[in-house]
Every structure is written in C-alpha cells, then in structure tokens.
C-alpha cells in the first residue's frame, strides 16, 4: 500500500512557547480547556496520525474549533507543527528549504479556500494562473492554461473578468481552476462549499465528484456538513478538540460510531439505507452450508435493505445472500424486523 | 531646609530640557553641521531641477498638460476643473508664487515617498518596529512646527531647501500611516491563499499586498501633499519663498489684497493637487475594471487611431514585390 499523505503525532500548541506547553500537556495529562486556563495555549491540533491512500477522496469532519482546518494547513506547512512528522510523497516536509517548499506549495499541492480568496485586483486568467506565474512559467502558457482550466470548470469567456462580477458559485468554480491549474498530484479543501447556498452547494458537490473521478487526485477534503462528507468522502475522519476520534468508510461511520460523540452525529441520517445485505443476514455455518437447501429466492451480498425488504414481502418467506455464486448466508423476516430496530432505534 | 509645600510641589525642583534641547543643538550644530549641510544635496538638486522646469515652462503648455494628467487620471470633468483652476491662479497674479510652492511641495512628498512607503511596509511586516514607529509618528504628528524652526535653521540655514525639510517633517507621518494600515487591512485569507500557491513573502508583497493596499496608500499620500502645503505659510519665516511668502508678507503689512492673493492661490493650488492625486488612488474596479489605456485622452487616441482603415496602413510596396 502506497501512502500519499503521512502525519505522524502531529501536534499543534498556539501561544508563546508552544513546545514547553506540550511537555507540560504530556507529563500532566491536560485537557483542552485546563492548557487555556492554566498555560494560557490552545491545543489546534493533539496527536493526530493519519495515512491516505493515492487517489483517495478523504473528508475531515468536524465542528468550527475541532481544529480540521489547522490540520489542513499542516499539508502544506502553511502552520508548522509543535511536534510531529508530516511526509508528502514520501518526503518530509520538514527537511524541504525554501524553494522545494514553494515548488510543493505551487506544483505538487492545489489549495481551495472557504471564502474563495480570489484576488479582486487580478483578472480570473491571472488569478488561475497564479501558481504557474510563481513556478516562472511564461505569459502565454500560463494564459492558455488558465483558459483550458476556466472552460473545464465551465467558465469560457470569462478570462478576462474581475471575481466581483461573478456569483458565489462561478467564484468557488474559479477557486477550483486555480487549485487545478499546475495539474498538482494532491487537492486541499478547505470547508470549499460551505459559503453557498444549499442549492449551488450541492450542484458544486456533484461537479466536484464527477471532476474527482476523472482526475483521481488525492483529496483533503475538510468540511463540517456530515451529509457533504459522507456524499464525497471514500474514507471519513471525524474530529472533535483537536483530536481525531474515528476513521473509517461512511458505513463504518454510521453503523458502528466509535463513541457517543460520533453517534450523536450520525443519529438524524436514516442508518438503514447504509445497511446492506450481509450485515443483517444470519450467517451460515460450514455444516449448515452442507445440510441446507438452497434458498429459491436470492439477493446478492451488497443488495440494499430496500431491495431485501421488497424482495421478501414479494415472496414471503426467507430468502439467501449470495457472494461469489455461493450461499452464505439466510434472511428471514424477523431477522430484518430486527436489524431494522437496532438501525433506526426509537428515541 | 524648606518645608515641602504640598500645594505648589514643583517649586523645589525643575527639569531643565529647554537648557538640555539648548545644549544638545548648539553640541550638534558645532560638531555636525557638516553632516546635515551634506543632506541638503541631493534636496536642493531636486528642488531646483523642478523649480527650473515648472518657472520655464509657459503657463499654457503647463494648464495644457495638467490638463490631460487630470482627464487620464480622474475624468473629464475634474480635468476642467484643474485647468480653470489654474487659469485662476495666473489671473489673479500669483503663477510664478504658485510654481515655487508647488516645486518645494513635489519634493517634500518625493522625499516622503521615497523614506514613508518602506518605513510604512516595515512596519506592516513588523509588529515590534510598529512598536518603535508609533510614538516617532505621534511626536512628529503633534509636536508644533515653530519648536523645530530654530534648530532647524540653526542646522541646514534659511532658504527653499530648510524649507523643504521642515515640510518633511511635517508631513511624512500620515503616508507612513496610511502604508503600514492599507497592508495591514488586507484581507488574511487573499494573503494566505498567495502563500498557499508558493509565494515568497516579497512575492505577496508585490502581487497581492501592495496592490490591494494603493487605495489607502494613496489616501496617505493625498494627505501628505495637503499638509505639505498647509506647512507653506509656516515655512515663509523660514524665508521661504512662494505663496506662503505672499501671506506672511501680507500680515506683516496688513496687506490685505497680498494675503488674500496668496491664500486664495494656496486653495486653488491645493484642490488641483488634491483632484489629481486622488485621481491616481483610485483602483481599476472604481474604473469599471477599464484599463487605463481606455481611459482619457490615450483612450481617445486609441480609439481615433482604432478609425484608420487598416488598409492605409499597409505598405503600398507590397503588391510590387509580388511582380
């Protein structure tokens, strides 16, 4: 497994002397809000380890304050780390110098902001190709790019406009360009929908989506709309206090929440549409497997507990789960009845 | 040993710093006067380098080009504006008075400039130099010209040049201001997205703090050159010589018909000076995001030029070459 992205207990102390706070965290055991009071520092981010996979579309969950957007900018050492390790292909950025900062900053790494962050005083080509202009490439490169990135975000014709003339949507698309321009292997998103509006926030998420499925970059992808993550997010990380609290797929996430905390946030989402087949079947012994008859009516594993429940109520009586042209498994009604009151328990 | 009298403390001790200021000019004006008679240099090659050019030039060709400055930088009509405002300093009397204050003023806001904006981007960059500056600014900013008269004649002697210096002085601190404030004011987010892209700190600097700052920078400027010509009346006891000479000679006669020339010709030359500068702070969105070349007079040239059949300008030749 090839790991894009590495952070090993990276931790961040905002304040005067952040390295003597931590010790005192470490040797005392603080929380966060005893390190405020008695140190005077605010624990950003505590102990954090991450890895994420090439390609991978990772969402970062969390309340304003979890410190998802400190961590962030931690990639890109737009913060340095109290302590800790980040590595970025395999490099330490630690041991980058100036210039090989600046080349991942502008080459290897293409950042979206939360309030666009567009530059009013530059016209949208310029402002696309504001990471080829500090990488030295020439003027009529940089337009041609530029001009190539607005039309894929949809936005010809629009090179030589000002941001103030677009709408919130168009500018957050120009804010894509822009991190898109240098064609950078990784995408750092920082909470980049959450300035629109419901309807224009889903329509960008769409897009995105789609637009991540063709250039399978690796995302970083921070947000604080459990729905967004779970949408977006292959794998999800929910975070609260600076601390990562769970990692896992949005099945991992929603059927089986780490704590009350994570629980509490999946609560309103509907589990059942996130159950499949095999987690609620009865699973079947290698005996049983021998004896049994075959089922007449199957489903297949992955089959979602709609499509079971129909099925069933169709032909009334216990049908099989399939995997791999084999049985492995039975579903009968008072099984679903009963995975059906442990998804969705009544308050 | 007198009893200590709670009601009137001070009568047991005073500081002496009017001796100590006393002292301390006459021990620098004994042993450095060569020292700052050589900062009057390269200020008296400037002032009189644009005294000469301004006294030369015909009062006509001078409305003219104010003229055109004027139309590129603010519009048609504050361009009509400049030049009738003009044409009113010259007839009431007071165009060569007008050109000497306006050369001493151009070079007290070039040496301004030139030391203000970096003093104000150091202190943007620097909170600790902030520190240090702002009490310099609050001094320079309060202290009354007539305390730094003497010394500095004493210093630098009489003339346009002492005159300059004093309006320096006078008006450095509100560009210097202005500067530190407009980068300050920038938006965090438009800084740290020009860092996230790979921007050295002199690269955001160039490309993104200093640009979205020329409004307020230039609103230090535009506030620097006003002072710099309140200070043109104050600068006449220094024998200075120009409008502000008019109005002090003016008083000192009860003149009225002098002073009033000279204080009207201050106005009118203010308001000039005033319409153009802040015609140059304004940014490219005030503009309808037109670049300048599409504006004023180089617009209307363009636009002309744009008129020519494109065939007249092909060389006749060509077509013989082809034989």
Known sequence: MEWHIE???????????????LQAIRNQALDKNSTKHRLNHIVGVADVSLKIR????FCI?????????????????????????????????????????????????GMVFQHMALWPHRSLQDNV??????????????????????????????????????????????????????????????????????????????????????????????????????????????????????????????????????????????????????????????????????????????????HVIEKIAAVRQPIGVVRDDAIVGLIDPYTLLGALRTAEPIA | METFDFSDPFQMFTIPVGEWASEATKWIVTNFRYVFQNIKLPIDFILSGIEAGLRGCPPLVFIGCAFLLAWQVAGMRTAVFVAAALFAIGSIGAWPEAMTTLAIVLTAVFFCCVTGIP????????????????????????????????????????????????????????????????????????????????????????????????????????????????????ASMISVTGLGQMVLRGIGRLDIALATTGGLGIVLTAMVIDRISQGLGRSARDRAHKGWKETGPVGAVRRLMALIPASRTVPARLPQQEE
């Open chain 1, 7 to 21: 952070c090993e207990g990276v931790w961040k102390i905002f304040g005067p002397d952040g390295k003597t706070a």
């Open chain 1, 54 to 57: 090439r390609g991978e579309l």
């Open chain 1, 61 to 109: 969950m969390g309340l304003s304050g979890s410190g998802k957007s400190t961590l962030l900018r931690h990639i890109n050492r737009l913060i340095e780390p109290t302590a800790g390790r980040i590595s970025v292909g395999g490099a330490d950025t630690a041991d980058m110098d100036k210039k090989a900062l600046s080349r991942l900053r502008s080459k290897t790494i």
């Open chain 1, 129 to 306: 190709a504001y990471g080829l202009e500090i990488q030295g490439i020439a003027k009529k490169e940089r337009r041609r790019i530029a001009a190539e990135m607005l039309a894929m975000m949809k936005l010809d014709g629009w090179e030589e406009h000002y941001p103030d003339e677009l709408s919130g949507g168009m500018q957050q698309r120009v804010g894509l360009a822009r991190a898109l321009a240098s064609d950078p292997d990784i995408l750092l998103m920082d909470e980049p929908f959450s300035a629109l509006d419901p309807l224009i926030r889903r329509d960008l998420q769409t897009q995105f989506l789609d637009l991540s499925q063709r250039l399978h970059k690796t995302t970083l992808f921070v947000t604080h709309d459990l729905d967004e993550a779970i949408r977006l997010g292959d794998r999800i990380a929910i975070m609260r206090d600076g601390e990562i609290v769970q990692v896992g797929t949005r099945e991992d996430i929603i059927l089986n929440p780490a704590n009350d905390y994570v629980a509490d946030f999946v609560r309103p989402l509907a589990r059942s549409q996130f159950l499949k087949a095999d987690a609620v079947m009865n699973s079947l012994t290698e005996t049983e497997l021998a004896t049994n008859r075959r089922p007449e009516h199957c489903v297949p594993w992955d089959a979602s507990l709609q």
């Open chain 2, 119 to 234: 003093l104000g981007i150091l202190a943007a960059q620097n909170d600790l130099f902030e520190k240090v500056l702002r009490p310099a600014l609050d001094f320079l900013q309060t202290i009354p010209s007539f305390v730094y008269l003497v010394p500095i004649v004493m210093l630098f002697g009489i003339g346009n040049v002492s005159g300059v210096i004093v309006t320096i002085i006078y008006a450095l601190a509100p560009v210097v201001r202005l500067t530190n404030l407009g980068i300050r004011q920038v938006r965090e987010d438009l800084v740290e997205a020009s860092t996230a892209f790979g921007a050295s700190r002199l690269q955001t600097l160039l490309n993104v703090q200093l640009p979205l700052a020329r409004p307020a920078i230039m609103t230090g400027v535009n506030q620097t050159i006003m002072l710099s010509l309140s200070m043109s009346v104050i």
